[in-house]
Antibody, heavy 117, light 110 residues
Framework: EVQLVESGGGLVQPGGSLRLSCAAS????????MDWVRQAPGKGLEWVGR??????????DYAASVEGRFTISRDDSKNSLYLQMNSLKTEDTAVYYC????????WGQGTLVTVSS | QAVVTQEPSLTVSPGGTVTLTCGSS?????????PYWFQQKPGQAPRTLIY???NKHSWTPARFSGSLLGGKAALTLSGAQPEDEAEYYC??????????FGGGTKLTVL
């Protein structure tokens, strides 16, 4: 069964760091472009960033709101995608989803990140 | 930074047809923007309905179709069902490598 499962969310203070994980099963993650998308409480979707696939050398792009603070990486041995979030701000509070937008592997269920003192 | 615009809300009658649109502040939306359409119901993760303007996934109901129309991306729902009531988002890709979501359209089937 094809599945994406995010983990690593939680409560963090402003200025802190957190690393989110997205574990894939049922398919080889390295073959696919993957995106991170977030949704603040009661708000719309916001694109966070994208990682290309292995053939694309895992090239990354980021939204202006997170560039320089967030980093997307992968571990092929674990079939996993990561989002390292540094210098967190209260406005980063959201549910974070990993998704295979065009690859037909769907979205994860999301993990909640709360940035608050 | 570009702004992607969608109708805030639309209403369609059961069995009726409705078209949602997605525009860009930078000009006409083209296939180069690789438009996506997503459906999200309350309390659920989004799901991808359309990619590359008009391509469907295996789970996309046949009553949904995507196109480019009048300089915008469009999502047409033909034969609306009560279960189609949801929030719909479009996503456009730009030459910078960045992608931007529209603000979403709340579709009511009534």
């Amino acid at each position: 069964e094809v599945q994406l499962v995010e983990s690593g969310g939680g409560l963090v203070q402003p200025g802190g760091s957190l690393r989110l994980s997205c574990a894939a099963s049922g398919f080889t993650l390295s073959d696919h472009y993957m995106d991170w998308v977030r949704q603040a409480p009661g708000k719309g979707l916001e694109w966070v960033g994208r990682s290309g696939n292995k053939a694309n050398s895992y090239n990354t792009d980021y939204a202006a709101s997170v560039e320089g603070r967030f980093t997307i990486s992968r571990d092929d041995s674990k079939n996993s995608l990561y989002l390292q979030m540094n210098s967190l701000k209260t406005e980063d509070t959201a549910v974070y989803y990993c998704a295979s937008l065009s690859g037909g592997k769907g979205w994860g269920q999301g993990t909640l990140v709360t940035v608050s003192s | 930074q570009a702004v992607v615009t969608q109708e805030p809300s639309l209403t369609v009658s059961p069995g009726g047809t409705v078209t949602l649109t997605c525009g860009s502040s930078t000009g006409a939306v083209t296939s180069g923007h690789s438009p996506y359409w997503f459906q999200q119901k309350p309390g659920q993760a989004p799901r991808t309905l359309i990619y590359g303007a008009s391509n469907k996934h295996s789970w996309t109901p046949a009553r949904f179709s995507g196109s480019l129309l009048g300089g915008k991306a469009a999502l047409t729902l033909s034969g609306a069902q009560p279960e189609d009531e949801a929030e719909y988002y479009c996503l456009l890709s730009y030459s910078s490598g960045r992608r931007i979501f529209g603000g979403g359209t709340k579709l009511t089937v009534l």
